[in-house]
């Protein structure tokens, strides 16, 4: 009986790293180290903390906010940046989130400005996302001071932000800075300075940054399921969702980005199919039950007779008798799924017989002890040495041999044939004893053996075809003395990738003529015929084409979306019952004609850049909104994002749709000023996107202009990077280069910086009158108009009291009468309507109404008809009323 085994070529392919890329690899012999203790562990600890990347640029962050905004930080108790008017507002918000999260979070939505609305707490973007910083302290010193600081940490959020995406996306440290401080100090930024909710979008670019990381994409090598972080995505989900809280101004454009970059990434994944394995990569094999199933499989393979030897047939004739031909071994229902990145083997047949575990055994006479050939020569051109008698051994004594088969699959293999004896000799087919294969030729002649080659020994770890039973043999596979081969046919497997544990060397054969008997052989049950493999559907082929998506990244996704969807519900439901209650809250297109910026405003810096302000002072008087409609990103920037066109890290796609998203976007943030009035670009967002018609200012929108140009620039930069590496590395000063490059490569962010300088005002805040925190509330506060009432608002936080006044977004229709029919106070009609209304006391600011309508209110004199119900408390600074 000939058994098969296979002899791998000497050319292998190791997957243990070289010589020079193990380092340590006789560190094993070396003394150990002693370990050092808790304390020092520790302190290395913090050491590596506190030189991280990211601590390094956090703090580089605020430290540059603090000096990019002086001097916000030099009177943080006195001043505001910018002007008594929205920054107040904002003050107050703070303050009043944090004091409802403290005493009554229910009333959240319920302020104690613009009595007796009701939710006028959504009357504007609330910055809710900042009420825990609203919890510390009380009163109008301490509202000023966390606005101060808000106001600086939204510049350095913004930094740090845009330059954790730079990072992740793939720019070099030089370019993410720059990137960093385009995006963070824009010039048009100063001009939105009195509202905090616009420059509070750090958390925009941090949350696109953590969810890049958590799937592992970047712009240089795209998706990579590898690298995927479900911890970092579901983070970006929180910090999205966050985002929302601080408004909707430039929140709910973010939401619609979010959402089409999900449904970009959503078409990707069905269309673009699993990445094509090359021969540099680590091949992917498909599940189990997805390939396709062979003949071999589809039934049990039939078994052999005493006389039935394996033989296989070359496809094609050799072109030298000595080549080593790959030959197919029999297939066996058993055998592991076949890998298409098989080595070619070859194989040699031995004839053994005489039952007998694989031991070390002593060989026969006459056999060759070192793997010598025998002097046989082939007979009427069969290549056999003997012919075996019965079964019996040769000698008499057993010989040890490692029967394996394993299946080639280095190429395509055509059905093997089982032959009853060897062509031309009549004879079952010995073993060649110079290690060759026996195969037929087309002809019918057997291949010349090569003369004085030696034996190959035979692998133990490679796994034996077990033999089927036969009837009535007694569970044996056939008579004593052969052991069957099953039928030959197609190749269904070929190595595992699981690395198989070796068994003991074990020796080839004595003699060619030396048969080992195995005697009766039981299947094991682990051995019986596999079941055959059901064809794959058309739903499974399709899906193990996908490019692989984690199954922990999936449900981060979905966690931090429904987080996400959750946040922006809770934000929106009391803004829809507002434009319910207040019809006309709804922004209408006359109204976005007012606030959309012309095409020369990208060019346009606002007054309160240091060095473009004064300069484009011509410019702005021809706007009807100039806050809103100068939006210079900057001239640096424009032309580090033109350089990044055409010099950069990033590949041709990336560069031509970044340019793309910043075109559109510029579009977009024009509004009604855009070309065809907008029709094809900004209003029909604004008619058909839920929500899209509350944002009344478009040009905030350049945002995300910035962002785009922002990227670009940083790829041009890192593209210097890298070739001022390669410079020094080509003159042999390593890999860093010298002071006059590192000082070159800091100009871009040194000219950026510059341009971002603000020339912002910082005003004074006065100080509340004294007495009116002792008014007991509701109350009126006169004067009453926009900006005196956002101060009011700010007064408030002194224990909070209810008052009429407020501003906001929208004045309510009922504020709008109390104004009205206050100028006239305390005539019968206004102390009715007050009355009406449940307001108890009306307090004159004695420094604030001179000069207005209410300046006649500050004298009680100037009124003897007055209601005797009514009690005047006359002040040095207030004049209350008592109704």
Do not use: C
């Not at 000219?751 to 109350?779: F, K, T, Y």
């Amino acid at each position: 009986m000939s058994l098969v085994r296979r002899v791998p070529k000497k050319r292998r392919v190791s997957l243990r790293k070289r010589a020079a890329q193990q380092p340590g690899k006789w560190r094993a012999f070396a003394p150990t180290a002693d370990r050092p203790g808790p304390i020092t562990r520790s302190l290395q600890a913090i050491g590596r903390s506190v030189f991280h990347e990211y601590t390094l640029a956090t703090l580089g962050s605020v430290l540059l906010a603090v000096i990019m905004t002086w001097p916000t930080m030099r009177y943080p108790t006195r001043t505001v940046p910018q002007d008594l008017g929205d920054p107040l507002l904002q003050a107050w918000q703070l303050a009043w989130s944090g004091h409802a999260l403290d005493t009554k979070p229910s009333t959240i939505w319920d302020s104690n400005t613009f009595f007796p609305e009701r939710l006028s707490f959504a009357f504007s973007d609330t910055l809710l996302g900042f009420a825990p910083l609203g919890m510390i302290g009380s009163g109008v010193s301490a509202a000023i001071l966390r606005y101060n600081i808000v106001f600086t940490l939204a510049f350095a959020l913004a930094f740090l932000g845009a330059y954790a995406l730079a990072r992740q996306l793939g720019a070099w440290r030089s370019g993410a800075v720059v990137a960093a401080a385009a995006f963070a100090y824009a010039p048009w930024r100063w001009g939105q300075a009195g509202h905090l909710h616009v420059l509070s979008s750090g958390g925009i670019v941090l949350a696109l940054a953590m969810l890049a990381r958590g799937h592992g994409f970047t712009l240089r090598h795209g998706y990579r399921p590898a690298d995927a972080k479900p911890g970092w995505a579901l983070a970006g989900w929180l910090v999205a969702a966050w985002q929302i809280s601080l408004g909707f101004g430039i929140g709910l454009p973010f939401a619609y980005v979010l959402a089409l970059l999900a449904v970009v990434a959503l078409i990707a994944w069905f269309v673009v199919p699993r990445r094509v394995v090359t021969r540099h990569s680590t091949p992917e094999i498909l599940p189990a039950g997805l390939e396709t199933p062979t003949p071999a499989l589809a039934a049990p393979p039939p078994t052999t007779s005493a006389s039935q030897v394996t033989s296989f047939e070359r496809p094609e004739p050799q072109t030298s008798p000595y080549a080593r031909p790959t030959s197919a071994p029999a297939t066996s229902p058993y055998a592991r799924p076949t890998s298409p990145y098989a080595r070619p083997t070859s194989t040699i047949t031995a004839t053994i017989d005489t039952a007998a575990k694989p031991t070390d055994a002593t060989p026969t006479d006459g056999a060759p002890t070192d793997g010598a050939p025998t002097n046989s020569a082939p007979t009427d051109g069969a290549p056999t040495n003997s012919a075996p008698t019965d079964g019996a051994p040769t000698n008499g004594a057993p010989t040890d041999v490692a029967a394996t088969t394993v299946a080639p699959t280095d190429s395509a293999l055509t059905d093997s044939a089982l032959t009853d004896s060897a062509p031309g000799t009549g004879q079952p087919p010995t073993a060649q004893p110079t290690g060759e294969s026996t195969w037929a030729r087309p002809d019918g002649e057997p291949a010349p053996a090569k003369p004085n080659a030696e034996p190959t020994a035979a692998r133990p770890h490679d796994d034996p075809a077990p033999a089927q039973p036969q009837a009535g043999t007694h569970g044996s596979a056939q008579p004593s003395g052969t052991l069957a081969t099953p039928a030959a046919g197609p190749p269904t497997n070929g190595r595992s990738g699981r690395r198989r544990a070796r068994g003991p060397e074990l020796q080839p054969a004595a003699r060619a003529s030396d048969v080992i008997d195995f005697g009766p052989v039981r299947p094991e049950p682990s051995q019986q015929p596999a079941r055959p493999a059901r064809p794959a559907g058309p739903f499974k082929r399709w899906l193990a084409r996908r490019p692989p998506f984690p199954k922990r990244l999936l449900g981060a996704d979905v966690l931090g979306g429904i987080i996400f969807a959750a946040v922006g519900v809770f934000m929106a439901i009391p803004y829809l019952r507002v434009v319910n209650d207040h019809p006309y809250a709804r922004r209408g297109v006359n109204e976005l004609d007012i606030y959309s910026p012309p095409a020369y405003g990208f060019v346009t810096a606002p007054a309160e850049s240091w060095l473009w302000g004064h300069d484009h002072s011509g410019l702005r008087t021809t706007m009807e909104a100039p806050n809103e409609g100068a939006l210079l990103i900057g001239f640096v920037l424009l032309g580090l994002a033109l350089a990044g066109l055409l010099y950069s890290v990033w590949s041709y796609q990336v560069r031509f749709l970044l340019l793309v998203a910043m075109i559109v976007s510029a579009v977009l943030a024009m509004g009604t000023a855009a070309p065809f009035g907008g029709k094809f670009s900004y209003l029909p967002l604004h008619s058909v996107l839920p929500g899209w018609d509350g944002i009344r200012t478009p040009g905030r929108l350049v945002l995300w202009t910035t962002l785009f140009a922002g990227l670009l620039a940083a790829g041009a930069v890192s593209a210097f990077v890298e070739r001022a590496r390669d410079f020094t590395i080509e003159r042999g000063a390593g890999p860093y280069p010298g002071p006059l490059l590192r000082m070159a490569l800091l100009l871009p962010l040194v000219l950026v910086l510059v341009e971002g300088i603000s020339a912002s005002p910082h005003p004074e805040v006065p100080r509340p009158p004294a007495g009116l925190s002792e008014v007991q509330g509701p109350m009126l506060v006169l004067p009453s108009d926009q900006l005196s009432d956002e101060m009011i608002m700010l007064w408030t936080t002194d224990g909070f009291p209810s008052v009429v006044n407020g501003g906001s977004g929208f004045i309510p229709a009922r504020l709008d009468e109390v104004r009205e029919v206050a100028a006239t106070f305390p005539d019968p009609a206004s102390v009715e309507l007050l009355r009406g209304l449940g307001v108890r006391s009306v307090v004159v600011v004695k420094s604030m109404v001179a000069g207005t309508d209410y300046e006649p209110t500050a004298n009680p004199g100037n009124f003897p008809d007055l209601d005797p119900a009514i009690e005047v408390e006359d002040t040095p600074e207030l004049v209350i009323y008592n109704l």
